[in-house]
C-alpha cells in the first residue's frame, strides 16, 4: 500500500515554471515505476512522463519532450516534475501515480494522489 500525496500546483503565467512533487506518506515508492499524469476537463487523463524504479528510463508525452524534466528521490520518497516553458495547454489537475511497469495506460497504475491544480495564465 502507497498513499501519495502532490504538491507545487499554482497559479503561472505563460513562460513560467512549476516545480511539483509528489510525496509518500505511507508505504515507500522504491520499487514502483512513478508517473504524472494529467487531466483537463473535457479530456482524458494522459501520461505527462514516468521514471523506472532506480530513474535509469524516463519516458514523456511528446507535449512534455524539452520542457518537462521527472526526477525522484528514493531516498525522500519523493517524485518530481519540474515544468519549465508553461504554456495555456498545461493547465490541468495534475496526479502521481505508481506502477509496477513503465507504461503510458492509466489503469495499470495501482495507487493515485489526489491531484494539484495547474493553472497557466496567457
Known amino acids: 500500500q502507497v498513499q501519495l500525496e502532490e504538491s507545487g500546483g499554482g497559479l503561472v503565467q505563460t513562460g513560467g515554471s512549476l516545480r511539483l512533487s509528489c510525496a509518500a506518506s505511507?508505504?515507500?515508492?522504491?520499487?514502483?515505476?512513478m508517473g504524472w499524469f494529467r487531466q483537463a476537463p473535457g479530456k482524458e487523463r494522459e501520461l505527462v512522463a514516468s521514471i523506472s524504479w532506480n530513474g535509469g528510463r524516463l519516458a514523456y508525452a511528446d507535449s512534455a519532450k524539452g520542457r518537462f524534466t521527472i526526477s525522484r528521490d528514493n531516498a525522500k520518497n519523493t517524485v518530481y516534475l519540474q515544468m519549465n516553458s508553461l504554456i495555456f495547454d498545461d493547465t490541468a489537475t495534475y496526479y502521481c501515480?505508481?506502477?509496477?511497469?513503465?507504461?503510458?495506460?492509466?489503469?495499470?497504475?495501482?495507487?493515485w494522489g489526489q491531484g494539484t491544480q495547474v493553472t497557466v495564465s496567457s
Open positions: 505511507e508505504g515507500t515508492i522504491s520499487s514502483y515505476v
Open positions: 501515480a505508481a506502477a509496477q511497469s513503465l507504461t503510458r495506460d492509466p489503469r495499470t497504475y495501482a495507487y
